[in-house]
T-cell receptor, first 113, second 112 residues
Framework: DAKTTQPPSMDCAEGRAANLPCNHS???????VYWYRQIHSQGPQYIIH???NNETNEMASLIITEDRKSSTLILPHATLRDTAVYYC??????????????FGTGTLLAVQP | SAVISQKPSRDICQRGTSLTIQCQVD?????MFWYRQQPGQSLTLIAT?????????ESGFVIDKFPISRPNLTFSTLTVSNMSPEDSSIYLC?????????FGPGTRLTVT
């Protein structure tokens, strides 16, 4: 699976959009981009995933560049409860023997009041 | 979605002893995973456990140290054997459901 690079930490004001970048320059054509987050003392929580197209759900939006070498997770209106470590992971497909998620170091997002 | 529970939620153990962690899922799943999260670190995959077959261990993890059982499609155990203080970590169970992967709340282990 391709390696990802994320900034170690970011701050965001409450109510503003949080934009978390991720570089995955060695991503292969069949690898998906997944985002998870881990709130302190809890297990990781799935946020969103995508292959080529931008994706949006009730939690966030995922913007993937046309060359797929980077992506941005957007939390449109950050709240204090969004303070967490955010992990960007690339993984081959969604089924089969390559199911395992390999976590990098992630970005600690601190939402400030 | 899948709801995962783990027992115990936390424990303090003596060096040289073993602890078995249980993972229960509210639905049948084929693939289960065990992760370790050392203090201040990211998650590291220990092994993948499929029902009816031997667990597959990641580099740096061996069966003698972390034996895993997977007796059915809703349950698994991870044993941390002959513990040392370096084994102090949070151990998390995870399952795949559809396109997502779900995680349990973790077991916080402290070895003294």
């Amino acid at each position: 699976d391709a390696k990802t690079t994320q900034p170690p930490s970011m701050d965001c004001a409450e109510g503003r959009a949080a934009n978390l970048p991720c570089n995955h320059s060695t991503i292969s054509g069949n690898e998906y981009v997944y985002w998870y987050r881990q709130i302190h003392s809890q297990g990781p929580q799935y946020i969103i995933h995508g292959l080529k197209n931008n994706e949006t759900n009730e939690m966030a939006s995922l913007i993937i560049t046309e060359d797929r070498k980077s992506s941005t997770l957007i939390l449109p209106h950050a709240t204090l409860r969004d303070t967490a470590v955010y992990y960007c992971i690339v993984r081959v497909g969604t089924s089969g023997a390559t199911n395992k998620l390999i976590f990098g170091t992630g970005t600690l997002l601190a939402v400030q009041p | 979605s899948a709801v995962i529970s783990q027992k115990p939620s936390r424990d303090i153990c003596q060096r040289g002893t073993s602890l078995t962690i249980q993972c229960q899922v509210d639905s049948q799943v084929t693939m289960m995973f065990w992760y370790r999260q050392q203090p201040g670190q990211s998650l590291t995959l220990i092994a993948t456990a499929n029902q009816g077959s031997e667990a597959t261990y990641e580099s740096g993890f061996v069966i003698d140290k972390f034996p895993i059982s997977r007796p059915n499609l809703t349950f698994s155990t991870l044993t941390v054997s002959n513990m040392s203080p370096e084994d102090s970590s949070i151990y998390l169970c995870s399952v795949k459901g559809g396109t997502e992967q779900y995680f349990g709340p973790g077991t916080r282990l402290t070895v003294t």
